[in-house]
């Protein structure tokens, strides 16, 4: 996971732990698959996704500067 704050986005990548199954979403947020992108539903208070001032609700449009249709959420 890379915050990059100067540009106001965050990028993830899959690693070696990428099926490790666990309780704890690390980007600080709940997202569903919505026809317009993501729905953000909830942003963890103190997470780095705060910090960027990315709040709740809200649609991601676009991750790492790529069209998010939602499907890649599942």
Same mark, same amino acid.
């Given at each position: 996971?890379?915050? @990059?704050?100067?540009?106001?986005? !965050? &990028?993830?990548? +899959? @690693? @070696? %732990?990428?099926?490790?199954?666990? *309780? !704890? *979403? $690390?980007?600080?947020?709940?997202?569903?698959?919505? $026809?317009?992108? &993501?729905?953000?539903?909830?942003?963890?208070? *103190?997470?780095?996704? &705060?910090?960027?001032?990315?709040?709740?609700? &809200?649609?991601? +449009?676009?991750?790492?500067?790529? +069209?998010?249709?939602?499907?890649?959420? %599942?």
């Amino acid at each position: 996971m890379h915050f @990059n704050y100067q540009e106001g986005f !965050i &990028a993830l990548m +899959k @690693n @070696n %732990r990428f099926s490790y199954k666990t *309780d !704890i *979403d $690390r980007s600080g947020l709940v997202l569903e698959p919505h $026809r317009l992108g &993501a729905l953000i539903e909830q942003v963890a208070e *103190d997470s780095h996704a &705060a910090e960027l001032g990315i709040t709740a609700p &809200a649609i991601m +449009k676009e991750i790492n500067g790529k +069209k998010n249709n939602g499907k890649q959420l %599942r």
